[in-house]
């Protein structure tokens, strides 16, 4: 998310294009996305923009996507008083109970532990 927010403008072809794909992520991250939506919105094929983004970051959009999201519920479970399935929804996950897995991998506790850690 911070990447989103901080990219400086870029000049070449590609290096813009690989902002605009953060950009459309970070703009949208909170509905459902897929690679099809950003490529159709770009103007530009899926296959060219996943190979793209990762060329540029070194891991897929969809990873990138999923960390964004994350870093944001991890974030609303500090400073909001959502439940976890409102936070979930709000950052685009569509399953609460995947969204309490896939936090647990990347912070190493589920939503409740991390927001009862953080008070």
Known sequence: YEECTQIQTLNSGTAELYR??????CDGYQTPMTMEDIAEDLHYSASYLRELFREKS??????YLKE????????????????VTQIAQAVGFGDSNYFSTAFKEKYG???????????
């Open 109 to 119: 506790a589920s939503p409740l532990q991390y927001r009862k850690g953080k008070q």
């Open 20 to 25: 605009k794909i953060l950009q459309r992520i």
């Open 58 to 63: 070194g891991r897929s959009i969809h990873a």
């Open 68 to 83: 964004v999201r994350l870093k944001r519920a991890a974030y609303l479970l500090c400073y909001s008083d959502f439940t």
